[in-house]
């Protein structure tokens, strides 16, 4: 994609900046280059937004307990074959996820286990689906973090997450 190889400003002019934040930490980086932006197709800019974004969840992660409550992790997968394709494989997931999170039992869950947010009752969560490659295939699966209440039955909402997972991908 040619990050860090062209100049975005109409001199051509780049440089190296020299940051500080509020703490007093310092960090330098190439300043005045174009960027794709894309988590998907470029390493360069993978690693960028990875590290931001994982220190956004931290946060998020580190207020929402602070506040009492409890984080989850659920991880789904579904089954496949050698010779299924990617785009199958990612429609059933898709699929599935959302009917996981939608719905009378996603509902029930949310009445027993959410919280009220801006106002309205919710079960929060934060998804990754994590894609890989070998002998059997292709293999995806769902890392979510679940933003619950304080202490709950964390095997019922396993279960009753499950079979709406389960349901949805038969």
Not at 73 to 88: A, E, I, P
Request: hydrophobic share 40%; aromatic share 8%.
């Amino acid at each position: 994609r040619a990050c860090g190889h062209h100049a975005v400003n109409p001199e051509g002019l780049t440089g190296v900046r020299v940051s500080v934040d509020s703490a007093g930490a310092r960090s330098a980086g190439f300043a005045g280059l174009a960027t794709c932006g894309s988590v998907w197709a470029c390493p360069s800019c993978n690693a960028k937004i990875a590290a931001r974004r994982a220190e956004e969840l931290a946060e998020a992660v580190r207020t929402w307990q602070a506040s009492g409550g409890s984080i989850y992790l659920l991880t789904l997968t579904q089954r496949h074959h050698r010779n299924d394709r990617l785009s199958h494989l990612w429609e059933g997931l898709s699929y599935a996820w959302s009917k996981t999170t939608s719905g009378r039992g996603w509902q029930d869950d949310t009445d027993a286990y959410g919280t009220v947010l801006a106002g309205k009752e919710r079960l929060p969560w934060v998804r990754s689906v994590e894609a890989t490659h070998g002998a059997n295939g292709w293999h995806l699966h769902v890392h979510a973090l679940l933003f619950l209440r304080g202490d709950v039955d964390s095997d019922a909402l396993g279960k009753s997450m499950f079979s709406r997972w389960r349901d949805a991908l038969e």
